[in-house]
């Protein structure tokens, strides 16, 4: 508590200098963070999958997939489709949970209001996830969709026909990766609950150590044991030592469990502590494994994790221009760009770290080191910033690339449910093939998906809107997760830039 307070007052006297000088001035004020994060949370409703509850507010959605499982024996009803088709993959799924819950351990305290609606978004998922992963000793079911059937199809997920095919890892048949991602996400809740709903945070705290132990004892990725059902959609290219690392990491965290500090120590060189890497995914978690092992030498001079410091360094260093080790691409628009696909997912998980690392090192004043030169806390907080109010839409194309936030945003959204006619309006089923027309179609989509990030511009900060367009109209769940943690930062400090 003493280091949030610490932080809290730290973030008040910059906001209050930079104000008084009158050198910074904000494109958004705290009302309008606070929408951004209203509506960056309502997003996971129009992705819920299962019985919608009575407190639903996306109401255009309607009850799907309420039988997953049962054809296996198993409940598997419940958790979130991954983007913009009727598929749940648990690898996406796992980290989309995992970044909700850092989310609002940094920063529910800003959330005020929302932080209600973040615990149900964040229940929705792990609710589902420990279904999977006490359904059966030694297995964990990580996937519910045959993504090459859904693909052909263009269907409302309350019409769906295609095959609910269900996917699992076992001692057999090995998946590291996803299972020590979902230990990862069980973990990273249940400190989330630990107040709220103490018997659930135990529950879910103890289910991550069953599950991290399965991943850790029958070492394999999910890649190759699952392979054309998860490639090329969510192939582990990363492999499963980052995993591994991450959830001891959480399950350290959120335990204080010193054994885990240990496996930590022991087998941190072998599974990725020492390499620097640059881009923080659902498929790479050493940056952020950095990062948040870094707190524990911040906070309480944990000199075990003192080398997590420098990699944290390194990643950050990488970012910020001017500095001896930057590497990072801007767009002219000045946007971090790495891939044509889907890029906002990077934007938005780099603009939390960033966040996040300020806030370990202003516990103890700490700077990050890039050679000769250092970068503040006030530095990262800043580019942070320039990342999200382009995102909301502070850029050349003056577009909001968050659906229903301002008054540009993308009307094509690649996206079934939303682009369907809704299962109210048209209660008649639509088939596979009869949906193609309203994918094709150049009208808005009927159904405002509210909150969705969609992939986004080009490395030349182009942006077309096309529904056909899945590289950028496209949105994610782990897209929109990290993304909730930092408006609910700015909501609270909108002056800083």
Not at 326 to 346: I, R
Not at 464 to 487: C, H, K, L, M, W
Request: charged share 15%.
């Amino acid at each position: 508590m003493a280091s949030a307070t610490t932080f809290t007052m730290m973030m008040h006297i910059l906001c209050l200098t930079l104000c008084s000088l009158s050198l910074f001035c904000s494109a958004f004020t705290s009302q309008d963070y606070s929408n951004a994060l209203e509506k960056s949370i309502l997003f996971f409703e129009g992705q819920r999958s299962g019985k919608l509850p009575s407190n639903q507010r996306l109401t255009w959605r309607g009850d799907s997939g309420q039988s997953d499982g049962s054809s296996y024996h198993v409940d598997l009803v419940g958790g979130y489709y991954d983007a913009g088709d009727n598929v749940k993959f648990g690898l996406p799924m796992a980290f989309t949970t995992t970044l909700l819950a850092w989310s609002v351990i940094e920063f529910g305290s800003s959330m005020h209001n929302q932080i209600e609606n973040a615990r149900a978004a964040i229940k929705w998922s792990t609710d589902y996830l420990l279904k999977a992963a006490t359904a059966a000793p030694n297995t964990l079911y990580v996937q519910v969709g045959d993504p090459n059937m859904d693909h052909r199809c263009w269907e409302r997920p309350e019409d769906m026909d295609t095959p609910r095919n269900v996917y699992k890892v076992s001692d057999q048949n090995p998946g590291s990766d996803v299972a020590a991602e979902t230990a990862a996400a069980l973990a990273a809740a249940s400190i989330v609950f630990k107040d709220s709903d103490p018997s659930y945070s135990a529950k879910l705290l103890h289910t991550a150590m069953k599950v991290f132990d399965f991943a850790d004892r029958h070492r394999g990725s999910y890649s190759d044991s699952l392979s054309s059902v998860v490639c090329p959609f969510y192939c582990s290219y990363s492999g499963y030592h980052d995993e591994l690392l991450w959830g001891a990491s959480w399950i350290h965290r959120a335990s204080q469990n010193s054994s885990y500090l240990a496996y930590i120590q022991s087998n941190g060189h072998t599974l990725g502590a020492d390499d620097d890497d640059y881009s923080f995914s659902w498929d790479d978690k050493r940056p952020g494994t950095k990062v948040l092992l870094s707190k524990g030498f911040l906070e309480r001079t944990t000199q075990e994790f003192q080398v997590y410091k420098a990699h944290s360094d390194n990643y950050i260093c990488s970012l910020i221009p001017g500095t001896s080790s930057f590497q990072a691409q801007y767009t002219p628009g000045g946007l971090l760009y790495k891939a044509s696909e889907s890029n906002l997912q990077y934007v938005t998980s780099t603009a939390f770290l960033l966040l996040t690392y300020a806030k370990y090192l202003s516990s103890n004043g700490g700077v990050a080191t890039c050679g000769g030169s250092t970068v503040t806390a006030e530095n990262l907080i800043s580019h942070a910033k320039k990342q999200v109010d382009y995102i909301l839409g502070d850029n050349p194309a003056k577009m909001s690339y968050m659906v229903g936030f301002g008054e540009k945003y993308p009307q094509h959204v690649h996206h079934r449910g939303s682009s369907l006619p809704s299962i109210h309006a048209h209660p008649d089923h639509i088939a596979c093939n009869n949906g193609f027309q309203y994918l094709y179609s150049s009208s808005p989509n009927p159904n405002v998906l509210a909150g969705a990030i969609v992939g986004g511009p080009d490395n030349r900060d182009s942006f077309s809107d096309d529904r056909n367009n899945y590289q950028q109209a496209e949105p994610a769940t782990y897209i929109n997760a990290p993304f909730v943690g930092a408006v609910a930062f700015f909501s609270a400090y909108p002056t800083t830039k």
